[in-house]
């Protein structure tokens, strides 16, 4: 039965992995909380065929609410690959860190079935099929939101041209807690490990011109396999593919503000704010999409959680302290990943000859290349 409006502290707008990250966060810090799921789907919905690189700030959060899956759905990378069109590589190990893993390949559907369970067993937590007054309501409706423009935010969309086609294969060879991904000319393409240590399949994500995916998508799982193959250069040897395919347009995108007042009908001040995909959007290439957006929902608990006694949750101050520096935070991963599309998405051969370069250089770079795996990691 749902409760009286009055009686929730928070009301959470969409239930994917940030939303419900966010609730189980506030929960813990007895706050009152409605996540408000998407309507029903009229077809059945169908499984996640991704699997997300997460890193160790995410893997200690989810761990922290006890979300975190099994071993065999969170695959350990040992190392990582990243190859060039014309010679260039760079290889990241778990080893001169001094850690058991770079990132861990996490299974979409194990981890969004945890997030759930954790969620029906904590009281604090009321799911609600609309939404309902409350003096702060956080949108976490992903790239699509419709409660973004509702308050006035604007989101700026840079499109790619380029989708992604995410999908499965099973592989000759064990990927050995690989994570591979080659820079071709015109697209990119992630094996990311799953299955556990001795698996031997990955998850796919490839990067294609926008003109390519229809014929790339009707192709046969045959068809399909081999062009994948022949990208992949026989790394993992024959593929068979073991999932559907699913694609997705690409995009930079940012809404320019993430936080703000929202009508009341009484006195007391209700404010909104944004996190995860529906704040901002990167490219998938370098797996940060949802580590940002955990941290977001991380930032803000933590926010909330400071505040003096005296402050509502509502309180512009604390939301604008939230935004500054979730904005911050994005800016760099944002340049990073738009930087390295932009390189390689060049075709004439100084930019081929500029980016190979750049890598074998920045493989020989040492500390600064330990720089950047300790950020990727989330890591300071
Ligand atoms: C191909 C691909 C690969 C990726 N790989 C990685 C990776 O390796 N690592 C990584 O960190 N990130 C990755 N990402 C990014 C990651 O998918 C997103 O950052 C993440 O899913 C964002 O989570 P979210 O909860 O904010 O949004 P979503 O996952 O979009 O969830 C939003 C939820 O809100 C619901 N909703 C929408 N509208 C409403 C409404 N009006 N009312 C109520 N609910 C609503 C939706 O149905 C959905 O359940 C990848 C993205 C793509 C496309």
């Not at 989101?155 to 820079?183: D, K, L, M, N, S």
């Not at 101050?317 to 738009?338: F, I, Q």
Request: charged share 20%; proline share 6%; glycine share 8%.
């Amino acid at each position: 039965m749902a409760l009286m409006a009055q009686t929730f502290d928070i009301c959470i707008r969409g239930a994917g992995i940030v939303g419900r990250t966010l609730a189980l966060l506030l929960a813990r810090e007895r706050l009152k909380v409605a996540l408000v799921p998407a309507p029903a789907p009229v077809s059945p919905a169908v499984a996640d065929v991704r699997a997300y690189a997460l890193n160790t700030a995410s893997r200690q959060l989810l761990e922290s609410l006890r979300s975190w899956p099994d071993a065999e759905h969170a695959t350990a990378v040992r190392q990582m690959q990243v190859l060039g069109d014309q010679g260039g590589a760079v290889v990241f190990d778990a080893d001169p860190q001094g850690v058991d893993a770079l990132a861990w390949i996490v299974d979409v559907p194990a981890l969004e079935a945890r997030l759930a369970e954790a969620v029906r067993f904590q009281p604090q937590v009321e799911v609600v099929e609309a939404p309902v007054a409350a003096p702060l309501t956080v949108v976490c409706e992903g790239r699509a939101s419709s409660t973004r423009a509702e308050f006035g935010a604007s989101f700026q969309v840079t499109p790619y041209a380029q989708h992604a086609i995410a999908t499965r294969v099973r592989c000759e060879h064990p990927h050995g807690q690989v994570a591979r991904q080659w820079f071709l000319p015109g697209g990119i393409l992630a094996f990311l490990p799953l299955d556990g240590a001795e698996g031997n399949s990955v998850a796919v994500v490839w990067s294609v011109p926008q003109e390519q995916v229809a014929s790339l998508m009707a192709l046969t799982p045959e068809d399909f396999s081999q062009a994948l193959q022949t990208a992949s250069q026989q790394a993992l040897g024959t593929l068979t593919l073991c999932a559907d395919r699913a694609a997705w347009p690409l995009q930079l995108a940012k809404a320019d503000r993430w936080c703000g007042s929202a009508p009341a009908a009484g006195a007391a001040p209700r404010s909104w704010v944004l996190a995860g995909d529906a704040a901002h959007n990167v490219h998938p290439l370098a797996g940060q999409g949802l580590n940002l957006g955990l941290a977001d929902v991380q930032a803000l608990a933590e926010v909330l959680r400071t505040r003096d006694y005296w402050r509502s949750v509502a309180d512009l101050r604390l939301l604008r302290r939230y935004e500054r520096e979730r904005k911050a935070a994005l800016v760099a991963m944002g340049l990073a990943t738009d930087g390295l599309q932009q390189l390689f998405a060049r075709q004439e051969a100084p930019w081929q000859a500029l980016r190979n370069w750049g890598m074998k250089g920045f493989e020989r770079s040492g500390p600064l290349k330990d720089f950047v795996t300790r950020r990727a990691m989330g890591m300071r």
